[in-house]
């Protein structure tokens, strides 16, 4: 009940609240009557929304796997699902014919485009294992700055102290 709807009903009880007179025995009673029947009432919209707020956490929770589940559908109709396989390792082949030597040194760097390439997926990792092109200027295995002092560390020919100093 609303608290207009309250004092039209008890116009008495209206007056005690903005006066300082004592009530009667029986404002007292009905009073306190109202009083337990708003608590009532007041836990009853506890116990309603507490309700409301588990059906709220429930509804978010399926909101959220469905959402998963349409995001992973969404991976299933990619259109790079659909390029063939020869397409891919030419795109491939784009994408590692940068100077590739100076931006990562070393065949064994897991971001050197063809390794990288194939740890998306097993049908890019096979496209890429199987692309020649990709690996034929990817020797020496080792980088510039691997073990310095050891014979089978690669050095460009020419390349001076500073040089092999510059690559650390």
Partial sequence: MDLTAFFRMHPD??????????????????????LDIGLKELSELDD??????????????????????????????APIRRVPPETLGEIFQWCC?????????????????PLLLGHVCSLWRTVSQN??????????????????????TYRPAGASQSDRERAL
Avoid at 101 to 110: A, C, F, L
Wanted: with cysteine.
């Fill in 13 to 34: 009880l209206k007056r005690l609240l903005s006066r300082n007179d004592p009530p009667t025995d029986v404002q007292i009673r009905e009073a306190e009557n109202l």
């Fill in 97 to 113: 014919r940068t100077n590739w030597m100076e931006q990562h040194r070393s065949i064994t760097n897991v971001r050197a485009p």
């Fill in 48 to 77: 309603t929304i507490l309700k409301l707020s588990l059906v709220l956490s429930e509804l978010r929770f399926q909101k959220r796997c469905r959402t998963s589940s349409l995001s992973a559908l969404k991976g299933v109709l």
């Fill in 131 to 152: 692309t020649p092109r990709l690996w034929r200027q990817r020797l020496p295995i080792l980088c510039f700055h691997a073990y310095p002092g050891h014979p089978t």
